[in-house]
């Protein structure tokens, strides 16, 4: 077979992305075919696959050639540290992975359902009523306490107050496009000499002042969950404290503080965005959201509210391209990509491939159900694949059904502007551009929201 070169685009076409990421895409996939390259700044060149048969070859590197944890390292790593999920390759991930999974396995956080549906009932019923609110912030208020209580264990009143405030400022310093700009070496330099780390304005000082806080919470609560292990206790930092590797070894404070922090920076911020989505899609398509509230008031089963989860994160996917840097050369589609290149699933646009979701900026959870299900679900990939596909997705998939269910029994939402709110890069996600944009009303049953009760410790 002849092989081609990959078709590069220029770089200011590339950067049309920022402002609008799928037009952007999609105008490079109708111009360039389901493979092309982009080059970044400072970065390796970047090829992206576009269809879930191509996606499937580069989720096959993780097994020999592919290192996503290289990749992140460069701008993940002054956040989750140097023994993350998200920062490790070969070896010493595939210990850390056999260690997480069992207190995130399906069986596993069944119990925390109950805890979820009270936790998101009473956020809901602090809510304002008949006034225009930012439904993404809220879900982050739900989320967050999710992660405090139910992956990080902690009960203490005023510990979750110190956490809660302190983990808010430290995602939003991190976040800053000033900082995740910032080359790494420099910003390296900055975060870690004492002089730099004194001017008050530059953001890396923020951002080493906020991580420092929220480090010393989490060191003082990890030394004392150490001292005073529970046997019965379901939450996550007490099975890692448990947990055991082949060679008899647990986790040392510092992996436990960077894999916390990685779920928090992985289910947090993802998990809200990707509730904030499922209704600003369900309120521009009634006929969904009619059929979906009936279902759930009736006592259907979760069948459909499964089917528009699904069909949220398949339209509207959180995390847009799952990167691998190649330590080999690599076949994709006719072209040869070189060792020391990425390649890099475009979930955005394996999600609308119109040869397996016809009319795909149609919303529709049918897709997921009858006979074109099991086509759909191997397109459908909104955690990534292969080894390394999302840790925490049986979790995310939960929170979203329970969080969903709850909200519907509690308030009706309509959308503030008629308009879809197109999707916006922020850090390495899509965010609804206005936040979700609502007014909640009381139910029509007549039900009165009761007084928001003291958060449950």
Known sequence: MTLTPVPRIPLPYALRYVVDPVGTFEAARRRYGPVFRMDFPGFPPEVFVTTAELAEQVYATDASGGRAGEIRRQFLEPLVGRHSLLTLDHAPWWRHRRLISPPLHGRAIARWRAEIAGIAAAEIARWPLNTPFALRDRMQDITLEVIL??????RDTRRLDRLRGAVAELIDAAGAWSLLLMPPR??????????????????????????EAVDELLYDEIARRRAAIDPDATDVLSLLLAARDEDGQGMSDQELRDELITLLVAGHETTATGLAWAFER???NRPVLDRLTAELAAGEDETYLDAVVKETLRSRPVVYDVPRLLDAPLRLGGHELEAGWMASPLIMLIHRDPEVFPEPG???PERFLGPDAARAGKAWMPFGGGRRYCVGAQLALMEMRVIIREVLAAVELSAVDPAPEKPRVR???????????????????????????????
């Not at 420099?186 to 991580?211: I, M, Y």
């Not at 007014?439 to 958060?455: K, L, M």
């Open 186 to 211: 420099p910003r390296d330099w900055l975060l870690a000499a004492p002089v730099p780390r004194r001017v008050p304005f530059l953001p890396t000082t923020r951002f080493a002042r906020v991580r």
């Open 427 to 457: 850090h390495v996600t899509l965010v609804p551009s206005k936040r979700t944009r609502v007014v909640a009303r009381p139910v029509r049953s007549g039900r009165s929201r009761s007084a928001a009760p003291s958060r449950v410790v």
């Open 282 to 284: 369900l309120l521009r």
């Open 362 to 364: 149609a919303f529709r």
């Open 149 to 154: 209580r139910l992956v990080f264990g902690v």
